[in-house]
């Protein structure tokens, strides 16, 4: 990365999802100068904290018709066959799934992988389990969208709480019109997006590569695809 890219990457502007936060950060400055001043130290550190979360920058989606783009930032942690959620109403048939993992150091900025129509939104109260868990897909609190590709086929999204995740932000519905590496949300801190492929396309990804949400590609609609077998689960270091 450029050092002119890694300057607008690391200081640019924050998410709206952070104006409460900065609001709290800015009073406990305040509080600090007037009362004690190791509290405006720990204001201004934490005020700089929620800049580097909520930062904000922007994506440039590759020229590729019919590319499904990552959904989030972050290290892939799975990539398998896996039913979509119940509450989408997508069929029992699994279909390929590729979960990422937001590390706090992550942004944490959900974009959509393609041009298409939100057809359904459902939220789901839940556990926090720790997102390297398989079975945090199926019992953590999730938001999950189905989206329908412009030629009928259609795609799930779902952003996962995680350990210390407990806010989920969308801020699309149904209905709207949507396209590829546009935002639709945010989740607090640290978290999983799992993106759900259409019926009889496959992954052109592996566990552990990074991802960068609204630019790397995870498949292609008519592409060959990089494996055939469902790879097992790797685990690692999370929240």
Same mark, same amino acid.
């Given at each position: ?68 783009? /990552?959904?989030?930032? $972050?290290?892939?942690? @799975?990539?398998? &066959?896996?039913?979509?959620?119940? !509450?989408?109403?997508?069929? #029992? %048939? ?27 939104? /459902?939220?789901?109260? $839940?556990?926090?389990? @720790?997102?390297? &868990?398989?079975?945090?897909?199926? !019992?953590?609190?999730?938001? #999950? %969208? ?50 759900? %492929? ?42």
């Amino acid at each position: 990365m450029a050092h002119g890219s890694a300057f607008r990457f690391v200081f640019s502007p924050p998410h709206p999802a952070a104006r409460p936060f900065l609001v709290i950060a800015g009073v406990v400055v305040l509080a600090g100068l007037v009362f004690a001043g190791w509290l405006a130290w720990i204001g201004v550190l934490f005020l700089l904290f929620c800049l580097y979360f909520f930062r904000d920058p922007e994506r440039f989606p590759p020229p590729r018709p019919g590319a499904l783009l /990552a959904p989030a930032d $972050g290290h892939i942690v @799975s990539v398998s &066959l896996a039913v979509p959620p119940q !509450e989408l109403g997508l069929g #029992a %048939l699994p279909r390929w799934r590729v979960a990422i993992f937001l590390s706090v150091l992550d942004v944490h900025v959900n974009r959509m992988p393609a041009d298409g129509t939100v057809t359904r939104i /459902a939220y789901r109260h $839940g556990k926090f389990l @720790s997102a390297n &868990l398989d079975k945090s897909a199926d !019992e953590n609190e999730r938001n #999950a %969208l189905a989206i329908r590709l412009p030629d009928g086929r259609e795609i799930a999204v779902v952003q996962i709480a995680g350990l210390i995740a407990r806010r989920i932000v969308c801020n699309v519905r149904e209905g709207d019109h949507v396209q590829a590496g546009g935002r639709f949300g945010i989740i607090r801190f640290g978290s999983r997006t799992d993106l759900y %492929l259409p019926e009889g396309v496959l992954p052109l990804v592996s566990e552990g590569q990074k991802m960068v949400g609204g630019e790397s590609v995870i498949a292609e609609l008519s592409a060959e695809p990089a494996f055939s077998a469902a790879p097992s689960v790797s685990g690692g270091s999370f929240f």
